[in-house]
T-cell receptor, first 113, second 112 residues
Framework: DTEVTQTPKHLVMGMTNKKSLKCEQH?????MYWYKQKAKKPPELMFVYSYEKLSINESVPSRFSPECPNSSLLNLHLHALQPEDSALYLCASSQVGGSQPQHFGDGTRLSIL | TQLLEQSPQFLSIQEGENLTVYCNSS?????LQWYRQEPGEGPVLLVT?????EVKKLKRLTFQFGDARKDSSLHITAAQPGDTGLYLC????????????FGGGTRLMVKP
């Protein structure tokens, strides 16, 4: 079982819907991440939070809005998504510091109709 | 062009065979990580290599970091169906070490 828990596991939404993806970890990690993974491709970094503050935004469209309410939780708010946003969204966490191993959740598989 | 080029992209072998997967770049890295991702799951870290020429073993898996720290290889001895998955190498793009970029991956299938 993964120590990073993501909910929901699957999500189907229309382009006008608003939904949120959730991620939780209790390993005491102070860095948390969102990645996007298209089919048969590697994960691509979207956002990095360090000590609950957004430190990296990899030029992600504003229809994706991250939030880190506390050191254990990471959300990704979705609004007005496009069909090309359909993908597996992975959350990860790590200790803060050089090249720490990242612990990934099993992802939310998102389909945009 | 990707920063990390992995080869082969796909590999289908019989149980018991040996294989090597490569991760190459023209850039020098302070460290490199290998992950395995099984279907329906997130990537799981296998190893981090730090020193040029370093060799690390994890049961039947042997990881090597190139002397110049530009490339790495993963050798699997006597592959088993449980080794099936996507093998990803990754490096950090920034000094903080938290901007991971992945290679394109090698998709391995081991048939019983």
């Amino acid at each position: 079982d993964t120590e990073v828990t993501q909910t929901p596991k699957h999500l189907v939404m229309g382009m006008t819907n608003k939904k949120s993806l959730k991620c939780e970890q209790h390993m005491g990690h102070r860095a948390m991440y969102w990645y996007k993974q298209k089919a048969k491709k590697p994960p691509e970094l979207m956002f990095v939070y360090s000590y609950e503050k957004l430190s990296i935004n990899e030029s992600v469209p504003s229809r994706f809005s991250p939030e880190c309410p506390n050191s254990s939780l990471l959300n990704l708010h979705l609004h007005a998504l496009q069909p090309e946003d359909s993908a597996l969204y992975l959350c990860a966490s790590s200790q803060v510091g050089g090249s720490q191993p990242q612990h990934f959740g099993d992802g939310t598989r998102l389909s945009i109709l | 062009t990707q920063l990390l080029e992995q080869s082969p992209q796909f590999l289908s072998i019989q149980e018991g065979e040996n294989l090597t997967v490569y991760c190459n770049s023209s850039s020098v890295f302070s460290s490199l990580q290998w992950y395995r991702q099984e279907p329906g799951e997130g990537p799981v870290l296998l190893v981090t290599v730090v020193t040029g020429g370093e060799v690390k073993k994890l049961k039947r898996l042997t990881f090597q970091f190139g002397d110049a720290r530009k490339d790495s290889s993963l050798h699997i001895t006597a592959a088993q169906p449980g080794d099936t998955g996507l093998y990803l190498c990754a490096v950090a793009l920034n000094n903080a070490g938290n901007m991971l970029t992945f290679g394109g991956g090698t998709r391995l299938m081991v048939k019983p």
